[in-house]
């Protein structure tokens, strides 16, 4: 594949020559957002530099917030909004004429605004309520508000005991908040090579290390695992079980158990993501069953309800409940209580769950949508998930089929924000099918990804 190369003829230092050429190609496309760069010490034998000639061009990109450097993976190109990864890409402005399939957000519905109107004057009529929402609580969050939540969570097939969750402002949150508070710098966690950004970033900023996985048809290769354990154990493996987070991928019951097991031979924490919903039957055995002494289960209200709710749940196993606490009051003290009893009221009155039986049959629908339209392409996903995979035929790149998407009107995530360390990102792309205003608009969207495979544009990042 032809490697990107700049354009040196212009008089000055090299390095900022070079920096200079990254971002002219940024602007004119030749360097999509989410590509990486050649390695350094390629690019210096292409042009007859040294590598740190390479090293300061790249230094002085990144200072000028051009591309953004992870470690042990490489250096790539940032997004427009000055961040590498999907999760934190901003919302697209409707009037730039874009379908936004890029973020897993809750299918749009006039009954969100609604029951959430419903619960807002619910709680302006309840003077006892107004006074409990302004005023300081527990850390771990009232009594009756983990009932509720307990409650619900148990309608929904996940039974917890209220006494262990522990109420966070969403699930990026408890993430952050497990890593700062159990894992010290310099310590090694684990999580599928294709993984949730947002799990990604805390460890970055935790300055926690984080060991791929393989991943194959089966979920996470814990044989795989069980040789990194063999040398040396990392101190937390995260999971979405469920369905991994980008490829709809589901841990079989088979891995679930092995990976009990050896967490406990091994004496490591296992971080269970369960905030992209599914319906009961769609799930497995949780591994907060599996190895319920060892194991923190997140659960959010984001997908189900919607993002700026921020409101999530946590079951801590008991010997860590009084430190996590702890650390979330150092933190920020508490959960507002008036954002956790506007979703207890949500629940509670029944809307919570007239929305999720909709957001369900929506999402069923969108998924056949997606079959249908990318009959002829290689895509999974779970029959009720948000998400997508879309395996590119032979030939195509992800950068350059999300860059040649985005100029046809459908903005989508490639695989690169994703990957763990240097696991070499799949010719593959996200789509977010919960994302689309509409069905109607979610079938414009695929026919123009159909019609971008099978016709790929001749761009020059294209070019075998």
Known sequence: MTMWMPDLSTEGPRYRAIAEAIADSVADGRLAPGEKLPPQRRLADELGVTTGTITRAYAEAERRGWVEARVGSGTYVRSSDGNTGA??????????GVIDLSLSLPPPSQLRAESLGRALRAITEDIDALHRSVEYQSEQGTPAHREQ?????????????????????????GISLALHTLIRPGERIAADALTYPGLISAAQQAHIKVLGIPLDDEGMDVDALERICAQQPPRLVYVTPDQ???????????????????????????????????PEAERGT????????RTLFLF?????????????????????????????????WMVPPLMIETVCRWVSSGDAGRLLAWQTEEL???????????????????????????????GLRSAAMQASL???????TSAEPFCVGSAAAPQA???????????????????????ALETPPALPWNTL
């Open 429 to 451: 792309l996200r789509l977010c099918l919960s994302a689309a205003p509409s069905r109607d608009i979610l079938g414009q969207a695929l026919d123009r990804i159909a019609e």
């Open 364 to 394: 069923g629908a969108r998924q056949r949508l997606a079959r249908e339209r990318l009959a002829s392409f290689e895509i999974q996903g779970r029959p009720h998930g948000a998400n997508l995979w879309l395996k590119l035929p032979p």
């Open 286 to 293: 949780p591994m907060h069953e599996l190895a319920p002494e």
């Open 87 to 96: 999760h934190f890409l901003a919302l697209s402005d409707a009037r730039d």
């Open 300 to 332: 959010s209200t984001a997908k189900i309800l919607g993002g700026g709710m921020r409101i999530g749940a946590m079951k801590v196993p008991e010997l860590l409940l009084k430190r996590m606490g702890g650390a979330l009051r150092a933190q920020s």
């Open 406 to 412: 985005e100029h046809a009107g459908v903005r989508v």
């Open 244 to 278: 991994n987070n980008p490829t709809g991928i589901m841990l079989s019951e088979t891995r679930r158990l092995q990976l009990a097991e050896l967490a406990r031979r091994h004496d490591f924490l296992i971080l269970e993501d369960g905030v992209q919903y599914l």
């Open 149 to 173: 939540l307990a409650a619900w969570m148990g309608r929904l097939g996940m039974p917890v005991d209220p006494a262990t969750l522990l109420i966070t402002q969403g699930g990026q949150h």
